[in-house]
């Protein structure tokens, strides 16, 4: 890779009215300063200067895609576990619930762990 940088400044001279010393100078630009550096970059650093400021950029923008895909992913999967696992469960369910198997079998379960149980029982604990 090759690279340059030129620079020049140059001043603009006109005849200014009033200044008695400019009447006879035509306009003109006069060249003051004329700067000029080259370089050229090859090997290892031509590389590294690529993989940084070409490439790595490249991939991340591509990356950024893919993380917000895969964050949504994970927001998502949760959430139809929770559905599906409800769907699942028959705890306190009317028995008009549609798929159930069993229904009564699950109503009088349901019925029983919401009656009162006598005075020094356990209760067990009710899993899903």
Same mark, same amino acid.
């Given at each position: 890779?090759?690279?340059?940088?030129?620079?020049?400044?140059?001043?603009?001279?006109?005849?200014?009215?009033?200044?008695?010393?400019? &009447?006879?100078?035509?306009?003109?630009?006069? $060249?003051?300063?004329?700067?000029?550096? &080259?370089?050229?970059?090859?090997?290892?650093?031509?590389?590294?200067?690529?993989?940084?400021?070409?490439?790595?950029?490249?991939?991340?923008?591509?990356?950024?895609?893919?993380?917000?895909?895969?964050?949504?992913?994970?927001?998502?999967? $949760?959430?139809?576990?929770?559905?599906?696992?409800?769907? &699942?469960?028959?705890?306190?369910?009317?028995?008009?619930?549609?798929?159930? &198997?069993?229904?009564?079998?699950?109503?009088?379960?349901?019925?029983?762990?919401?009656?009162?149980?006598?005075?020094?029982?356990?209760?067990?604990?009710?899993?899903?």
């Amino acid at each position: 890779m090759n690279c340059s940088v030129k620079l020049q400044l140059s001043l603009y001279i006109k005849a200014v009215q009033g200044i008695g010393q400019t &009447r006879k100078i035509a306009p003109v630009v006069l $060249p003051l300063v004329w700067f000029e550096e &080259r370089g050229a970059m090859e090997g290892e650093p031509l590389q590294k200067f690529y993989l940084q400021l070409v490439l790595l950029p490249k991939v991340l923008h591509c990356a950024q895609y893919v993380l917000l895909a895969l964050g949504g992913l994970l927001l998502l999967v $949760p959430v139809i576990y929770q559905i599906r696992s409800q769907e &699942r469960c028959y705890l306190f369910w009317s028995r008009d619930k549609k798929g159930s &198997r069993d229904k009564e079998a699950m109503q009088a379960y349901s019925e029983s762990l919401m009656a009162a149980a006598p005075k020094g029982t356990v209760l067990q604990e009710a899993r899903l």
